[in-house]
C-alpha cells in the first residue's frame, strides 16, 4: 500500500555550508511525516526527489533516517505491490504476534515483534543522487515500513550532504 496522500513536510529545514581544501560541502536537513494506517509499506521517494530539489545541491548522498523503534526503512520494489506483499507475508512468518514469551506487550500484542522486526530491518537508508537526481535503480522506491497495527504519524529526517 501506498500512501502519497499521508505525507507531509513539517517546517524543519536547515541549511550549512562548509569550505576547506578549496571545496566546499553542503548539508540540507529537512523532516517529513508519514501519517501510516497500520501496517504496510509506504512509499515516500517523491518526497526526497523534492527535498533535493529545494537543497539546490547536485551531487552527493541522501540519508534517510526514521526517528521510531516500531518502523523501519527500506529500499524496495515500487513497479509490483506483490514484491512487497511477499515481504510482509514471509515477515510475519519469521515474527509472529502471538508468541506466549513476549514480555514487552504493554502496547499490545504488536508491540515486541514491532521492535524486532525494526532490528531485523533497518532505520536508515542512504541513497547517492548526481545531476540533481537521486540514482536509484529503475523498480527501486524508498518505503517506510510499518510495523504497527494501529496507525501512526512517523517522522523521516532527510540529510543531504553534496555540492
Given amino acids: 500500500m501506498t500512501a502519497q496522500d499521508n505525507i507531509f513536510v513539517k517546517n524543519s529545514v536547515s541549511f550549512r ?3 576547506g581544501f578549496n571545496e566546499t560541502m553542503a548539508v540540507f ?3 517529513i511525516s508519514i501519517h501510516t494506517r497500520g ?4 512509499e515516500f521517494t517523491d518526497h526526497v526527489a523534492q527535498a533535493l530539489n529545494e537543497s539546490g545541491l547536485g551531487e552527493g548522498t541522501v540519508t534517510a533516517f526514521c526517528r521510531h523503534t516500531s518502523c523501519s526503512l527500506v529500499i524496495m520494489e515500487n513497479a ?3 514484491a512487497r506483499d511477499d515481504l510482509h507475508y514471509f515477515m510475519d512468518k519469521l515474527v509472529p504476534d502471538d508468541d506466549p ?7 499490545g500484542p504488536d508491540d ?8 531485523l530491518t533497518r532505520t536508515s537508508e542512504v541513497v547517492p543522487f548526481a545531476q540533481g537526481r537521486l540514482l536509484l535503480g529503475t523498480w527501486q522506491g524508498l518505503f517506510l515500513w510499518e510495523h504497527r497495527d494501529a496507525p501512526h504519524t512517523r517522522q523521516i529526517v532527510l540529510s ?3 555540492e
Fill in 101 to 107: 514469551n513476549y514480555t514487552h506487550t504493554l502496547e
Fill in 17 to 19: 555550508v562548509f569550505r
Fill in 29 to 31: 536537513t529537512k523532516t
Fill in 80 to 82: 509490483d505491490p506483490s
Fill in 112 to 119: 515486541m515483534t514491532s521492535h524486532i522486526k525494526m532490528a
Fill in 160 to 162: 543531504f550532504l553534496g
Fill in 39 to 42: 501496517q504496510g509499506t509506504y
